[in-house]
């Protein structure tokens, strides 16, 4: 079982999404992501594999959970540097995301 402490290593963050690709290079279909944390984290980018519920443009400004703290990933010719978070659903991955907007930078826990 984890411990509270285990959980409390992770450095989630709410950010907003301020540009999208389609990520072409990708193996599985997915998005590049472009996030803004704020003035003490600033811009971090990801890669999502949420093409089956989000159009692109739905996506700009949209607040969204990522976790901060993973190492880097090299993803073809593409470095995530946070990993989003989502949910599984019937018909795709769905964002988790704030019921209400927050601060940027916004830490959850």
């Known amino acids: 079982m984890a ?3 285990d959980f409390m290593k992770l450095d989630i963050r709410v950010g907003k999404i301020i540009k999208v690709e389609n990520f072409e290079k ?3 279909p997915a998005y590049k992501l472009w996030l803004d944390f704020g003035e003490d984290i600033g811009k971090k980018k990801s890669s999502a594999q949420i093409t089956d519920l989000y159009e692109p443009k739905d996506l700009i400004n949209k607040q969204v959970l990522a976790i901060i703290n993973f190492p880097q990933k090299q993803i073809a010719d593409f ?3 946070v990993l989003v978070l989502g949910v ?3 018909e795709g991955v769905v964002l988790i995301e704030p019921e209400q907007e927050v601060d940027l930078g916004s830490r959850l826990g």
């Open 88 to 90: 599984y659903g019937k």
């Open 26 to 28: 990708a193996n599985d």
């Open 3 to 5: 411990e509270f402490k």
């Open 79 to 81: 470095m995530s540097e």
